[in-house]
């Protein structure tokens, strides 16, 4: 089997915090002393020398030996690259009363980011980019590759799902690409450059990578009508924004001169930690981390983006390993006589309860449950397809096809229901209505999207209550005679007797009130 090795990355920076006065969630988790390995840090030094970021290495034609750093630690590479004008205000030198009042935590987070800095401060300089954003995960994540944020921001470069995919970072069931080192960083870089030629100013560009480019422009378009200046200081911008910047500038000087804040930084070669390699084949995680000698928190540690125990190699992946480890790696690999992949998938045609699934495909319901992440209280939607444990005489690989188009969706496990507009009766309350028709008044408020505790009678009010026979008997009869267009609606009512199918009608007067303020059928309908 071939593999092909990539240089990548790793040493780092300082830290920092996603918010002036706390540090970010999920921030500390580092590697243990034996995981970060910082033997094998050493025994690097004389062997590797700088690549070009995204230069693939053949190890059948060329080999890592043939390249050297040129400074003895990345920080120097790390200073001569800032290029961002000082911003000496008075946030900024807040936020560096900040950091240096947490000399512990800024260690921590340097040491974390050991992994990752140098293919960062290696994409900086292809593309002549200030060496000041390699700080930025440090404000974003502090350099968490497993950070995910209140608004589903995930990665070191925390990107939310919809700008992760326009610029292409995978997101599927199998794979989170905004966690994975080479990818997120690729993409943030690219995000950061089109802003700079957006703005032609790394201040309004870092602003615009926090709070969006439309409200930067629209900041400055309303500054500019009203005669004001446009710079970055002279805008009204959300206090996290306003913050941004002077965290930035409050990293770039705790590197730029630890010794005057009495801090010390922890050494970082100038060549990468660790290679890529990829194969073709399934694998699972706990079987790589073994063949590589890593612990499976060591090798997650480096492999954040694969979010299931198996690594699909039909999705031709970058597995991130020590260059050591990766020798090691391919050399178990060729000898392994077991079975690389122990699992594969089943896609449900139809709504499923776990444990039903489980018993029809004859799995264990816990695995079932823990593996895919099923919460409590929920049931897999059509079309969901879920890890599954393989059969014993089973050897193939998961298809290109689910790797990339796989979709996973729940649903609340409870009866099934139709949507039924019921029409309030006269001097019904709210509890009165939901104990009626026996569900909670949460239930009744979240079915019609409002807070209000009061009916209003002739309201019409939405429902999802169980399907019975008759009911549907019923609703067949009413759904064969089309519903008049919403503004030519008379207001009439169809009383239904749920004993049996007869329907009435009686004509009234008063006009019909909706919860949304709106018109709707002044019908007890139940629909799908």
């Not at 999207?449 to 309201?459: N, S, V, W």
């Amino acid at each position: 089997m071939r593999f092909i090795f990539s240089v990548l990355c790793a040493v780092s920076a300082v830290l920092l915090a996603s918010c002036a006065s706390t540090p970010p969630a999920n921030i500390d988790s580092t590697l243990s002393p034996a995981d970060a390995r910082p033997s094998f840090l050493s025994s690097l030094t004389a062997r590797f020398k700088t690549a070009d970021v995204d230069q693939t290495i053949d190890l059948d034609h060329d080999s890592v030996d043939a390249h050297s750093g040129k400074e003895a630690d990345l920080w120097n590479r790390i200073r001569r690259g800032f290029q961002i004008p000082e911003l000496r205000t008075n946030l900024a030198q807040a936020q560096l009363s900040w950091y240096l009042a947490r000399p512990e935590y800024v260690q921590r987070m340097t040491e974390r980011s050991k992994l990752y800095l140098y293919h960062i401060v290696e994409a900086l300089e292809a593309r002549n980019m200030p060496t000041e954003l390699a700080l930025l995960p440090f404000i974003e994540s502090a350099y968490n590759p497993q950070a995910l944020s209140i608004a589903q921001a995930a990665g070191m470069w925390q990107f939310i799902p919809g700008t992760g995919r326009s610029y292409n970072l995978k997101q599927n069931i199998f794979l989170d690409e905004r966690r994975d080192v080479l990818a997120s960083t690729n993409a943030a870089l690219d995000y950061l450059t089109k802003l700079h030629d957006m703005f032609g100013d790394w201040r309004l560009a870092l602003a615009a990578y926090n709070w969006g480019e439309g409200n930067v422009l629209r900041a400055i378009a309303r500054n500019r009508k009203a005669g004001r200046p446009t710079d970055y200081l002279s805008l009204k911008i959300p206090t996290e924004t306003r913050n941004y910047v002077p965290k930035l500038q409050a990293v770039k000087d705790i590197i730029a001169h630890p010794e005057k804040y009495g801090l010390t930084l922890p050494s970082i070669p100038d060549h990468p930690y660790f290679v890529t390699v990829t194969t073709t084949r399934d694998i699972d995680v706990a079987v790589a981390a073994r063949l590589a000698g890593l612990s499976v928190d060591a090798f997650r540690a480096l492999n954040p983006s694969f979010s299931k125990p198996v690594i699909l190699g039909a999705t031709q992946p970058q597995i991130l390993l020590p260059f050591e480890n990766a020798q090691m790696f391919e050399q178990g690999l060729k000898t392994y006589q077991g079975l690389l992949s122990s699992w594969t998938t089943y896609t449900v045609t139809k709504r499923e309860r776990t444990a039903a699934l489980a018993t029809k495909i004859g799995v264990d319901p816990a695995t079932l449950v823990a593996v895919n992440q099923i919460p409590a209280g929920m049931r897999l939607k059509p079309g969901s397809t879920v890890l599954i444990p393989k059969a014993e005489d089973e050897d193939e690989d998961i298809s290109a096809h689910i790797a990339e188009n796989a979709v996973f969706a729940l649903e609340p496990d409870g009866p099934d229901t139709r949507k039924m507009l019921i029409r309030v009766r006269r001097h019904e309350t709210m509890a009165a209505f939901a104990k009626r028709y026996r569900v909670s008044v949460t239930q009744v408020q979240a079915w019609n999207h409002t807070k209000r505790a009061r009916l209003t009678p002739g309201q019409i009010v939405m429902l999802h209550l169980p399907i019975s026979k008759k009911a549907t008997i019923v609703t067949a009869k009413l759904r064969a005679r089309p519903l008049p267009a919403a503004h030519k609606l008379t207001a009439r009512t169809v009383k239904l007797k749920v004993q049996t199918p007869t329907i009435k009608h009686k004509t009234q007067v008063k006009p019909i009130k909706a919860l949304a303020n709106r018109s709707l059928p002044a019908r007890k309908i139940a629909s799908n």
